[in-house]
């Protein structure tokens, strides 16, 4: 029996990897593989984790997921700080779903120490 990857494109089981995120038995411990559990958190239509993992500030009053999106890959393009020396981060990639892409730069914080999405912009 094989465990399927996960959705975020690295090579670990979903439960090594951004499951462990989604169960709350870790926090992400840089900009980067926040942005990759959320991802994977898209794929899984777990909008409770997007939500939580959203900054205060900018986090929407709900979330409504399309199950009809299907998700085909998430490509990390480039980074900016975001790792467990800094408070901010940037994460630039290239979502693609059945049809089409989501070109993204998006921008991070930590609050309290987790680090969290806080808008993005979108590149093209
Ligand atoms: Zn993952």
Known sequence: MTTPLCPCGRSEPYERCCGRFHAGAAAAPTAEI???????AFVRLDAGYLLRTWHPRTRPARLDLDPGTRWTGLEIL????GSAFHSTGTVTFRA???GGSLHERSRFERVEGAWVYVDG???D
């Open 96 to 98: 693609s779903y059945r």
């Open 121 to 123: 912009e979108f590149l």
């Open 78 to 81: 480039d980074t900016a700080d």
């Open 34 to 40: 926040l942005m990759r559990s959320r991802y994977s």
